[in-house]
């Protein structure tokens, strides 16, 4: 069933686990996630960026359409959220859409100008009944951009600042910059434990991982133990993608039909998607 991200965000942090949300750039991504949330039977949180919208042509319609559709299909509950938006037109597309949560990211923005872009935008959103995420500190890797330098000062997120900003926004989930990066190939993203945990006792919401294709199991495990609770996860899913599609096509250079190569690179996602929502009951459950 379709359910709202904030009780998918809410139960896992009341149990101390995390919750995945994966990114959808096809109907096979979509398809793959429920078929690997259900695989499982944990929820998880289908988000489609504006960088995913814009590939589409700017419409969001279809693919809006089609996850809403999938969630609706599923076994466990899964729920439907845009993904690193800076758009306010699109912000303001998302409830017609049946999305009933967003990330507005104001985080390439100095300071005040994130917090006066991010607080108008929750304003609007809780006026309209939609979760409003955002993010304090940069994770980089973005949009092609190389890695940032992660002890640059205002790279990572300072505890004190994020009480703060959550306290001046009143944005219901913070997106935090604890040493992950966006595009990672590698699993070698060492997390600042340390930080996470401080930035959990100074900051009243929930915490949000983005970049996560790029740490490593234990690692992930240890995240969500020290207070991650939204762990945000795409390249892995398109690294599994297109590495089988690459092996079928290796293996079958006269296939012409996409259902060929597309049946395996689904499941491979769903692999994916069961191997990353097992990481998310922390060391306890390891
Ligand atoms: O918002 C999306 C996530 O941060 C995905 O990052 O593609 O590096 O896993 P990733
Ligand atoms: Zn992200």
């Known amino acids: 069933p379709l359910v709202a991200t904030a009780e998918l965000v809410a139960a896992a942090r009341a149990a101390g686990r995390g919750v995945a949300a994966f ?28 960088n995913a919208v814009r590939f589409h042509g700017g419409r969001l319609g279809p693919l809006a359409a089609a996850m809403a559709e999938v969630a609706h299909a599923a076994d466990v509950p899964l729920a439907l959220h845009l993904d690193h938006v800076t758009s ?31 607080a108008d935008a929750v304003r609007w959103g809780h006026e309209h009944g939609v979760w409003v995420e955002a993010e304090l500190g940069r994770v980089g890797g973005k949009d092609g951009e190389p890695p940032l330098d992660a002890h640059a000062p205002g790279v990572r997120t300072d505890p004190e600042e994020a009480a703060g900003y959550a306290a001046a926004t009143g944005v219901d989930a913070l997106a935090v910059a ?40 234990a690692e992930l495990r240890r995240a969500v133990t020290a207070g991650m609770v939204k762990i945000n996860i795409g390249t892995a899913l398109n690294t599994a993608f297109t590495g089988a599609v690459r092996a079928h096509l290796a293996g079958h250079p006269g296939v012409v039909d996409p259902r060929r190569y597309l049946a395996p690179a689904r499941d491979a996602m769903a692999r994916t998607v069961a191997h990353f929502i097992g990481l998310l009951d922390g060391e306890a459950a390891a």
């Not at 409830?95 to 917090?115: E, T």
């Open 178 to 217: 604890v040493g992950s990066s966006h595009a990672m190939t590698e699993r070698t993203a060492a997390l600042d434990h340390g930080l996470i945990r401080r930035l959990r006792r100074a900051v009243p919401v929930p915490l949000v991982l983005h970049g996560s294709s790029g740490v490593p199991d």
């Open 88 to 118: 306010v037109e699109l912000l303001r597309s998302a409830p017609a859409h049946g999305f009933g949560s967003v990330m507005f990211d104001a985080s390439a923005l100095p300071y005040a100008r994130n917090v006066a872009a991010t």
């Open 23 to 50: 990114n959808v750039i096809t109907l096979e991504h979509a398809e793959a996630i429920a078929a690997g949330a259900e695989a499982t039977g944990r929820p998880a949180v289908l988000q489609v960026s504006q």
